[in-house]
Each structure stands twice: as C-alpha cells, then as structure tokens.
C-alpha cells in the first residue's frame, strides 16, 4: 500500500489556507489590539481566546455535520468553499476599521471591529474541521501519519509563505517609510509604533482564494471518498470500534480511556505552545525591543525546522510508532522553551542560539502535530472522521480559550520573562497523560533481512 502523494498535496491546500490565515492572525491582530486600540493585556488576550470559544462549538458542530451532508461536490467540500468566500470578504474590513480608530477615536468603530472579527471568526470556524477531516476521508488508516505529514507540510508553507511576506514586506525600514500611522509612549518609556496593516490582510486574502481554488479543481472530493470507503469495508480488522447486538457500533472502555487521555495531552501541549505563539511578538517588543520583523523572522525559522520534517517524521513514525514520536517531541518541545527562556531573557537583540532553538521547536512540534490527529481519528469509524475531528479541535481549542488569557495575566501581573517557563510546564504534564494512552498507534512496518530476528528486551 503506498500514499498517493500527489493526490494529499492537492488535499493540503485548504489546510495550507487556513494556517496562512491564523499565522497572521495570531502576529498581527494582537498588535492591532494592543498598539492601535491601546487594550491592555488581558482584554487582548481575552479577545484572542474568542476564537477559541466560539471554536469549541463550531468545530465540533461543523464537523458532524459534515459527516451527515451529501452534496454533488462532497460532504466537506461546500464547507471550505462557502467558509473561504465569507472570510475574505471580512478580513480585509478589519484594518480599515483599526485604521480609522487611530484617526478618530470612538466606541463606535472598536466596537465595529470586535463585530466584524467575531463574524470572520465564525466563517472561519464552519470550515476548519471538514476541512482537516477531508485528508482521512480519502487516506486509508495505515497512511493517515504520512498524509497528516504531508498535510501538515502545506500548513506550514502557508505559514512560512505568510511570515516571508511579512519579515520582507514589514521590516522595520518599510513600515518607517510607507505603514506607520503614528507612535506612542508605552508605560515602561518605549516608544511604540502603530502600524497600517492593510496590504498584509490583502496579500492574505489572495493565497488563501487562490489556494482553495486550485483544491476544488483539482481534488473530486465524491469518487475519492467512495474509494476509501470501499477499502475499509474490505478491512474491518482495522476498525477498533465493536458492533453492538442492535447493528450499532461503539467504542470498547479501553479505547474510550485512550480516547481522553489522548486529548487532555493535546490539551497540555496547545497551552503550551499556544501561549508562546500568542504572545511572541509581543514578549520580544517588550524584551528586547524588536518588532514585527524580527518576530517574524524568528516563526519562519520554526516553521522551517518543521517543514523540513514533516516527511521524516511520517516516515519515523511508520517505524516506531506515533505514540513513541510523539513523546520524543514533547521532550525536545519542553527543553526548547526552557532554554528559549535562557536565551531571551536579557538579550538585546535576536542571536543565532535563538534560531537554532526555533528550529527545533519546529522539528519538535512535527513529531507531535503529525500523529496526533490520526491516533485521535483512528479510533473512529469511516462515517464520523468529522466527528472525531470535531473532537480533536475541541480540546486544542479548549487549551487555546484559556491559554491566551492565563498567560496574558501572568505577562501583566508578574513579568513578560514568564512566558518560556510556562509554556514548557505544561508541554511537560502531556508526557505524563501519553504515558496512559494504550490505543489509537498504527501497526509499525514489518523489520526487513537479519532485522526481522531481532528480539527486544
């Protein structure tokens, strides 16, 4: 059996749009909180964590029905395309109003804002989770890790696509000379400019169009589907759920258990990392008094270190397992923060070491990201991926609602030099709940020639 690699890639443009989006999401709207409209810490990360809330409701919703649609173009399909069209209309709103705001201050326009991005928000929530279901939807069980590395890929080429656009785009000479709106003095005596940010939701707005587009003409969601379907029947052994007397089928206690250790560890590991990609821009504004340049630069190295092992990763975890990879991930992630603590803290400017940790944690977050939706979705059923792709997205998500707030407070109340520390405890608690998970790995590849008679300890 060998992944039609072509195929995923096509399948990974809706994802590639959507991690485009939320890169400059989480870099840019924090800014324009905090700078234009002048919120302090809490109310920005309280707005930031709107997303997540209205996401523990929409995924999951979106999710299941999608599994319960039948369209002429597919069951998620309309989703991604109707979700798409809404967002990039209402995204490119959103500077318009901030930059009227720095003009003419009033309630009216913030207000305005907060609507207007609440709506982009909901847009974006109807199609995140059919549009992620859709990889397994067309990839039998066995190569979910490899097309989940693919997908993953694509997520972060549409991330580094973003941040190259904006270290080139909104360095700290272009924003001087064409997108500076004004500058003020911040509490600690720094001077804080405030950005037009305009030309970056548009270019945004573009790639993700253009993306979606390609994956409806090209990607037949209705004749793949069908395919995998027919696979599955095929191979029922792979099917962890147990048919009841009545024809119904449902998961065994074990698996159930499995089940929730396996999301309270994403839950773990989202607020971890989360909190970092929130509030980074910002840290090293505060800190040492860079800007979005350099913040920039700093993500797309980590979105480097991943894309480079993406592929490796799928094909470690063929080997080892995704539970194994996984918990070699969390490790590596939790000694990045550590040490990403170390490296920051007193620096004045972005130095090599902090590339190389950036890096790592990309390479880390692969290990991770890359097998954990397939062991979630594993344990389902071929009619409910976008169910338990529903379920995936509500605990991630979870994290995310308290993740931006909790860290928010702790950067206002205690200092901007928690950040790291806290990011990389709670990494560390989701190797202690993927200790308990027993369900959901994939069956490694048979060991070939003199390996085959080795014995483990």
């Not at 694509?154 to 190259?164: F, K, Q, R």
């Amino acid at each position: 059996m060998k992944l039609n690699t072509k195929r995923t890639v096509l399948v990974g443009f809706a994802f590639f749009s959507i991690c485009a989006f939320w890169q400059m999401y989480d870099n840019v709207v924090p800014l324009i909180l905090s700078n234009t409209f002048r919120l302090n810490e809490t109310l920005s990360g309280a707005i930031m964590a709107a997303d997540n809330v209205l996401a523990l409701f929409l995924l999951p919703l979106f999710g299941g029905l999608s599994d319960r649609i039948n369209t002429k173009i597919g069951r998620r399909m309309p989703f991604i395309l109707g979700g798409t069209i809404l967002a990039v209309g209402l995204m490119n709103i959103l500077p318009h109003l901030a930059g009227g705001y720095y003009s003419s201050p009033s309630n009216a326009l913030l207000i305005g804002f907060v609507v207007v991005l609440g709506m982009l928000l909901i847009s974006m929530g109807t199609y995140r989770s059919p549009a992620v279901a859709l990889m397994p939807d067309v990839t039998p069980k066995p190569l979910r890790s490899k097309g989940n590395a693919i997908i993953n890929l694509m997520g972060a080429l549409g991330s580094l696509i973003y941040l190259g656009i904006a270290a080139v785009l909104y360095s700290d000479g272009n924003i001087e000379k064409f997108f500076t709106l004004g500058s003020f003095v911040d509490a600690e005596g720094a001077t804080v400019a405030v950005v037009d940010y305009g030309v970056l939701f548009a270019v945004v707005s573009a790639i993700m169009a253009a993306a979606v587009a390609v994956l409806f003409l090209t990607v037949k969601e209705p004749k793949l589907s069908a395919e995998n379907k027919a696979y599955e029947q095929a191979h029922p052994e792979e099917n962890l759920a147990q048919v009841t007397a009545e024809g119904t089928e449902q998961l065994p206690k074990e698996v159930k258990r499995s089940l929730i250790f396996v999301l309270i560890s994403i839950s773990l590991w989202f607020i971890g990392y989360n909190g970092v990609t929130t509030w980074f821009t910002t840290y090293i504004s505060r800190v040492m008094g860079e800007g979005l340049g350099g913040a920039s630069t700093c993500l797309l190295v980590a979105n480097g270190g991943a894309i480079v092992s993406y592929i490796p990763i799928g094909a470690l975890a063929s080997k080892i397992g995704r539970k194994k990879t996984i918990m070699g991930g969390v490790i590596l992630l939790a000694s990045c923060f550590l040490l990403g603590f170390v490296t920051t803290i007193n620096a004045k400017s972005i130095t090599v070491p902090m590339y190389i940790l950036f890096a790592l944690v990309g390479l880390a977050w692969a290990a991770i990201n890359v097998n954990s939706l397939p062991m979630v979705v594993e344990m389902c059923t071929g009619s409910e991926v976008g169910k338990f792709t529903g379920y995936y997205y509500t605990f991630s998500m979870a994290a995310q609602v308290v993740t931006p707030i909790l860290a928010g407070t702790l950067l206002r109340n205690v200092g901007y030099w928690t950040l790291f520390p806290y990011a990389a405890l709670f990494v560390a608690a989701s190797f202690v709940t993927m200790l308990q998970v027993k369900h959901g790995d994939n069956k490694v590849e048979a060991k070939k020639g003199l390996e085959a008679f080795d014995v483990e300890d």
